[in-house]
């Protein structure tokens, strides 16, 4: 059974009393995760991700970030955990080249606050259904300066401000806002493009519908060397498992992603 999203809805006879293990929410619906008579939301299953490559790392600043994210998705209209699951995804990524759990926490709040910048994009240009003209383009380009400047003044997150404004650069310097290039673009926002890229197309939008995790996986690989860092797909792929089960559990198969 489907929602108009296109997100599978579990029937009254299948949801019985299954609830989240973590949270005590039902499921009702996917994005969700099981392990035999076990259940997960994804809020949980990502958070528990997030744990288990950042422990310890739970505090009042970091509780801010991700309301902060959760309410920038809410304004965009995106469906489930936009901000959590490219914060999660990305570390998977980050941790092959780092195990630094500050250097991480900095990744994880640069990837989950990437698009901040557009509290400052009208809605009439954020939310337009139709094609953004020359000077709308204009605008929404200005995004990840705007989030800059936001993060930048706190000097905890000084790290990921840098990936806030690099996160739209493309690796053959076709990218905004700065037209940056190879590694000229900060590492960590080379490895978010990947999983920027991954999250938007295996999710339904107004336009289309979500594709598999092999197409954009196939796409991902032919962008090599032009609008991604060859050393980024080579990440991607090497850590194809892990990031197959986390697509999973948003896209409905919670039987291939494990509570």
Sequence with gaps: MREASGIPRLSA??????TCRHCGAAIVAAPFAREGDAYC???CFHAARKRQAMPDQDDAQSELAEALASALDSREHET???SKRVACHTLVLAR???SDPLRLRQVYWGALLHDIGKIGIPDAILLKEGPLDADEWRVM???PAIGHRILAVVPSMSEAAEIVLAHEERYDGGGYPRGLAGKAIPLWARLFAVIDTLDAMTSDRPYRRSQSFD???D???RAAGSQFDPLAVDAFVAEEFALRAMVAVKCGDPAAAPV
């Design 41 to 43: 939301c994804e809020g």
């Design 219 to 221: 796409e991902i690989v």
């Design 96 to 98: 092959r080249f780092t």
């Design 13 to 18: 006879r299948e949801t019985g009393d299954r």
């Design 80 to 82: 489930g955990l936009h």
């Design 215 to 217: 197409a954009a996986q």
């Design 141 to 143: 380009h200005t995004h």
